[in-house]
């Protein structure tokens, strides 16, 4: 369970780095004969949110990661406490 979301999590950072570098090749100099002089403001709003969008993702699936561990770690503390010699009568 634990490496599918390790897998997810370097997929999702493959994909934020792809539009990242997508959307710098697409902002590069040379767009003073646009039609639409606002097209470079939104392209950098869609960016920018799209960038958002996807920072958060990666924090939830950092989170997620920590508390499925952190879930493992006690099933596994007190399966062990359980099987204890100790502790049966």
Not at 11 to 34: H, I, R, S, T
Request: proline content about 4%; charged content about 20%.
């Amino acid at each position: 369970m634990a490496t599918h979301v390790f897998d997810e999590y370097l997929k999702q950072m493959k994909d934020l780095q792809k539009k990242v570098f997508g959307a710098m090749v697409e902002n590069l100099p040379g767009g003073a004969n646009q039609s639409d002089p606002s097209a470079p403001l939104k392209k950098a709003l869609s960016f920018q949110k799209g960038l958002i969008n996807a920072t958060l993702k990666l924090q939830e699936t950092g989170v997620n990661m920590a508390l499925n561990a952190q879930q493992d770690m006690y099933r596994s503390y007190f399966k062990l406490l359980r099987n204890n010699p100790y502790m049966k009568e």
